[in-house]
T-cell receptor, first 113, second 110 residues
Framework: IAGITQAPTSQILAAGRRMTLRCTQD?????MYWYRQDLGLGLRLIHY???????GKGEVPDGYSVSRANTDDFPLTLASAVPSQTSVYFC????????????FGPGTRLTVL | GENVEQHPSTLSVQEGDSAVIKCTYS??????FPWYKQELGKGPQLIIDIRSNVGEKKDQRIAVTLNKTAKHFSLHITETQPEDSAVYFC?????????FGTGTSLTVIP
């Protein structure tokens, strides 16, 4: 079934540890996005990629990095996790950028202690 | 940047009644306005969208209206059913910016 997969589903992490959240899509979409979702704040864009080989910063990029080596994969890395990064993380993709339907993955629930 | 405000934050309606969720935006360049539904434990899913050259769009029990002059748009759900219970997010987008509202938790009481 076409769509977006994320891994892991959930993770508990000690502060200071490095963590990579994985995201893969099989729809051959050009654009991909990482959001964090916190209660009362909705979804906030962390980083995006308009096409393979390019990335950009969103609304809340500090403490996170991304790479886009190919069309399908868009991993999000926390170099040194802090408790304020406890959140639910969603990956999304779209065919034609921001003015197009975004398809979301099932999310990763991350807890940093 | 864009500022999208969404009201109300919570909404309870009786089954069969209508529900209305409203959003305002600040950037007059915004030209794409999608609505997403998020069920518990899942990612958001697009339910309807509207572009700036259209004032109203309807899909069965769901409709969206857009007033570009006043910079607000609304989601209307008629004949609500228990399966409509979820969190709904509006969003406003230009070609290079995309901002979500803070969400409305809708509960449909059987």
């Amino acid at each position: 079934i076409a769509g977006i997969t994320q891994a892991p589903t959930s993770q508990i992490l000690a502060a200071g540890r490095r963590m990579t959240l994985r995201c893969t899509q099989d729809m051959r979409h050009n654009a991909m996005y990482w959001y964090r979702q916190d209660l009362g704040l909705g979804l906030r864009l962390i980083h995006y990629s308009n096409t393979a080989g390019t990335t950009g910063k969103g609304e809340v990029p500090d403490g996170y990095s991304v790479s886009r080596a190919n069309t399908d994969d868009f991993p999000l890395t926390l170099a040194s996790a802090v408790p304020s990064q406890t959140s639910v993380y969603f990956c999304a993709s779209s065919s034609a950028g921001r003015i197009d339907t975004q398809y979301f993955g099932p999310g990763t629930r991350l807890t940093v202690l | 940047g864009e500022n999208v405000e969404q009201h109300p934050s919570t909404l309870s309606v009786q089954e069969g009644d209508s529900a209305v969720i409203k959003c305002t935006y600040s950037d007059s360049a915004s030209n794409y306005f999608p609505w997403y539904k998020q069920e518990l434990g899942k990612g958001p899913q697009l339910i309807i969208d509207i572009r700036s050259n259209v004032g109203e769009k309807k899909d069965q029990r769901i409709a969206v209206t857009l007033n570009k002059t006043a910079k607000h748009f609304s989601l209307h759900i008629t004949e609500t059913q228990p399966e409509d219970s979820a969190v709904y997010f509006c969003a406003a987008s230009t070609w290079n910016q995309f901002y979500f509202g803070t969400g409305t938790s809708l509960t449909v009481i059987p």
